[in-house]
């Protein structure tokens, strides 16, 4: 059955070769290829939880995860902006209300989403093309890699491609016959659900709005009624977004964020943080992904805080100044997005797929499955479809729309699985009709019926990246200290890095010296001094961390880890003059440090908790909680020379008196000397023993009692 042309009809060359089959048939079709996708998802699935990677939360997965756990917990309406689409997180807080803490149980069900969707467009193909090209196309859908990781991930993809699905669904279906009220309502219901997930997603009202003026008898009235829909989609968070935070913030404030990151300072056509300079810490909001919304770079560089409206509007702006800075390095990097859009290789933000498919694959056909033979016939097909007219047109304008967002801001392989459906639904056209040119006599149009083929397979095996076994070595054991470190698995961890910086130094890594390149490594050593720290290892850490900062400058916490080393190791001078001087970060430093030294304290890590409390009293000199900590560990440790030396010096710098002489009688105790001790808490006034925290609470810490 051959695609819709020009017009009402079929094209002459499709009206003849209209072949529909049986409902039996099409059914036995998209049994077969719903069974192949249960099949390779159960394998991945029992696979996946049978090793390190099961629960791995890193990134976006980690923000919705906590984001929904913040709506469990904290009620439904939430106290923060949407950075971040609030579609997905509200769907995994609605489903776990009835899963609990399950990230299997997410997984399970995002498997059967997509299981579903796999047998509609199965379905689809088969209703446009025929039983056999169902078949083929939905076994390949089936068992196509990319799309069977991410339904692995606590990612909103399989989410999106069911609504997706259905969308295309409506079109085609309502095709050849007027649509009506409830269709076009159904459109619009769903282009804004889309848009909930991702703003970009509000594109597709391009496709819909074509569709609806050619198909409507009044195509106006068609339009205006999805407009209102997908505007009543977005009534809740606009409202919300008025009462929270007095912002007119319909979806949510990414845009500008986003438009810097793929065309800014420093972009290189996939996504990476913006560099930051001196130190500031992220906001630990995980609700609405204000921990990923940039805001704390902008007041590190505007030197005050923006509302989130405003932080787009700055963002952008800042996006616009890079474009206008040098135009031509701008259009050179929108081609290159395009080619890393439709090449074979997968421009990775989250997690690797190699790793994920070395430690739990394989997953699906392995280089069949991939974007190499699907990406060449279905480019093929948007080429071919682009010339033809009617449906195979429209398609190809749904699927400019779906690229036109991550060509603007970011290339990633979240975002070009949702180029998949389309493409599947335009294989077979491009195809067919390459054949049926080929088949006909002459050289000039069998040259012409090759061009789709090859300009699509040039693009798709475009060299971008040369992967190579060393480098795939590098993200399996990178992914798998990931996992050990959120299982708390800290031996693991160091061995699964120790690994990779192995690799690192021993091989020229494909893409080593690219900014991402580089940002990955530095993590790599960044992880690595954080557990030399856990473990009270600072010489390790602090060289680790020197060939962090050199890799990526920007990463401000490898500056705030430095300086917590070096003030650790006692190289105090060091220490200062990494350590910030503003007081409002100074005290961000303060409490990071005591954050750690409560982890150390419960897991008793002697170690590190002495080296912590020395960089807390580097990081607030001659704070009295920070003096305090320190010296009563170096007495529980027998240390007592260096806990009067400590008492001695703070004394001068304003120690209150009766809190020396407490500490102090506690050393003259420990060193077998209670006579002394009793004449120091004598002369400590009976008000501050009684009435004075601190003073009480050393003398109940070391059983100080006055005879």
Known sequence: MGYPSRGRGYSSASRGNRRPDGGARTGAVVAVAVAVAAGWRSFYLLRLHSSPLADLLEMDSRIYWEWATTLLRDGWVGSRQFFMGGLYPYFIAVVRTVTGHSVLAMQVLQCLMSVATIGLLTQLVTRLYGWRWGLGMGCLLAGYGPWIFLDGQILMEPLLLALQAVWLLLLIADWERPNSVCVTAALGGLVGLMALARGSNLLLAIPTAVWLLRAAARGRRHVLLMTLVIGATALPTTIRSLVIGREWIPYTYGLGYNFFVGNGEGATGVFRTPPRGAYLPPDPVFEGGAIADGRDILRERLGSPLSPGQSSAMWFR????????????????????????????????????????????????????????????????????????????????????????????????????????????????????????????????RITAAIPMSLSALIVFYPVVNETPAKRRFDVATTLAGAYLQQEREGDALRALEQAIAIDRAYSLPGAETPAGRAARADVYARRAALAMNQGRWTLAIDDLHIAIGLDPSRTRYARDLSIALAADGRLESALRLMPADAISRAALREEIISRIRESESQRRLGALEGYLMALNAAAPHWEPAVVALVRHLIVQGRVTAAEVRLERELVHGLRRSVYQVHLAAVRLREGKPSKSQELLRAIPDEARTRDPVVAATMKTFGLVVD
Not at 347 to 369: C, D, K, L, R, Y
Not at 398 to 414: E, I, K, M, S, Y
Not at 420 to 431: D, E, N, Q, S
Request: hydrophobic letters at 55%.
């Open 318 to 445: 800042l996006g616009i100044e890079g474009v206008l800075a040098d135009p031509g390095r701008w259009v050179a990097l929108l081609g290159w997005k395009i080619v890393l859009l439709v090449n074979r290789q997968e421009a990775t933000q989250i997690q690797s797929p190699h790793a994920f498919n070395e430690v739990a694959g394989p997953m699906g056909w392995g280089w069949v499955g991939g974007f190499a033979l699907l990406g060449v016939i279905g480019l093929a097909g948007i080429l071919l479809g682009a010339a033809t007219g009617g449906m195979p047109r429209l398609l190809v304008i749904a699927w400019g729309c779906l690229a036109l967002a991550p060509v603007l801001f970011f290339v990633t392989d979240r975002y070009r699985i949702h180029l998949i459906p389309i493409m599947v639904l335009l294989a077979p056209f491009g195809l067919q009709g390459s054949l049926k040119i080929f088949s006909t006599r002459g050289t000039l149009r």
